[in-house]
């Protein structure tokens, strides 16, 4: 079946970084782009931008693009979202989400557990 | 960017209810337009998919319609486990976005 596992909750100082990873299984991992959504406390969801893991490419929402930096490790099925320059409003739950599963590589049919990322001083 | 909005935001219904849930795109997206489940402390489940097709293992009391601009998600008969926060999301190009979300609750 497939799934995806992400790392642990993290708490980070303003100024940080941070790197979740998402490991697949039950699919061919370089057959769908994977894409990351977070979720601030209460709030609603944002995408963030997309990897094709099979060529390594990305595409980043706008308010990212200075951030965010998407990769992979096809060898361990594994991607990983690094934002840097932590600001306290960056506190959400992330999410790894599998797209194309459907009619649209917009279709996000299997998700991550979400790994919690809290800003704080 | 495509803006979609929701409606309404929160409901209160009783088990067995028929609830409707809408979303309007800012301008046509066709029919690429995606609904999600979420409960608290989980992950968005993918429920419709293309606006009017049911992902597997999705109960069929689930459905959705429309294209263009408007489109609906109905719950037939509302079932304990359907209590949660829905959100309406546009597939048709990047960027994505996601509505508001509705929250069903218990009346």
């Known amino acids: 079946q497939v799934q995806l596992v992400q790392s642990g909750a993290e708490v980070k100082k303003p100024g940080a970084s941070v790197k979740v990873s998402c490991k697949a299984s039950?699919?061919?991992?370089?057959?769908?782009?994977l894409h990351w959504v977070r979720q601030a406390p209460g709030q609603g969801l944002e995408w963030m931008g997309w990897?094709?893991?099979?060529?390594?490419?990305?595409n980043y929402a706008q308010k990212f693009q200075d951030r965010v930096t998407m990769t992979r490790d096809t060898s361990i099925s594994t991607g990983y979202m690094e934002v840097s320059r932590l600001r306290y409003d960056d506190t959400a739950v992330y999410y790894c989400?599998?797209?194309?599963?459907?009619?649209?590589?917009?279709?996000?049919?299997?998700w991550g557990q979400g790994t919690l990322v809290t800003v704080s001083s | 960017d495509i803006q979609m909005t929701q409606s309404p935001s929160s409901l209160s219904a009783s088990v067995g209810d028929r609830v409707t849930i809408t979303c309007r795109a800012s301008q046509s997206i066709s029919s690429y337009l995606n609904w999600y489940q979420q409960k608290p402390g989980r992950a968005p489940k993918l429920l419709i998919y293309a606006a009017s097709s049911l992902q597997s293992g999705v109960p069929s009391r689930f459905s959705g319609s429309g294209s263009g601009t408007d489109f609906t998600l109905t719950i037939s008969s509302l079932q304990p486990e359907d209590f949660a926060t829905y959100y309406c999301?546009?597939?048709?190009?990047?960027?994505?976005?996601f509505g508001g979300g509705t929250k069903v609750e218990i009346k």
């Open positions: 039950g699919y061919t991992f370089t057959g769908y782009y």
């Open positions: 999301q546009h597939s048709y190009r990047t960027p994505p976005a």
């Open positions: 989400a599998r797209g194309g599963g459907s009619s649209s590589e917009y279709d996000f049919d299997y």
């Open positions: 990897i094709n893991p099979n060529s390594g490419g990305t």
